[in-house]
């Protein structure tokens, strides 16, 4: 089973290419469009306060336009575990040093589906293939053998 987890760590990489960007003006984007917008140090310096963290790509969904700018929803930091909030941040057109428009992208995103699908077929094939043969005899279950135990609230 060990070798199957070697598989994670790139597989969960490739699940973060499943988008493409395109260049585009801003004029040219329709309200509700995903975005990534690449801002200015000193736009980035200024908004650190208001979202908590200092960054000069903001991904986000275009609410709209207003003043010579663009207003873009962004995703607030909130701590671990917390309801996922967002925050409206108005981005001046001479502020914007790139935006692009990010599409899915179907192809790639049926690749990795279909590449998740037969790595998943390996794992389950390498294991009723094996018979169980990679488990310590025992294991490391109270009493050994192949005992099965459900905790229950309360009992001990």
Request: charged share 20%; glycine share 14%; net charge positive.
């Amino acid at each position: 089973m060990t070798r199957a987890l070697r598989w994670v760590l790139p597989l969960a990489m490739a699940a973060s290419g499943c988008y493409s960007h395109a260049a585009v003006r801003p004029e040219n984007v329709q309200p509700g469009a995903l975005v990534q917008a690449r801002i200015t140090a000193a736009r980035a310096e200024q908004l650190t306060d208001e979202l908590g963290r200092e960054s000069r790509v903001l991904r986000g969904r275009i609410v709209g336009e207003e003043g010579g700018g663009i207003l873009l929803q962004v995703p607030a930091l909130t701590g671990a575990g917390g309801p996922r909030l967002e925050q409206r941040v108005l981005l001046p057109a001479p502020e914007i040093v790139e935006l692009e428009l990010r599409t899915l992208d179907r192809g790639r995103t049926a690749g990795l589906a279909a590449l998740l699908a037969a790595a998943g077929g390996y794992v389950l094939l390498q294991q009723f293939r094996s018979g169980g043969k990679d488990d310590p005899p025992g294991g490391d279950k109270p009493g050994g053998g192949n005992q099965v135990i459900l905790p229950f609230p309360g009992s001990r």
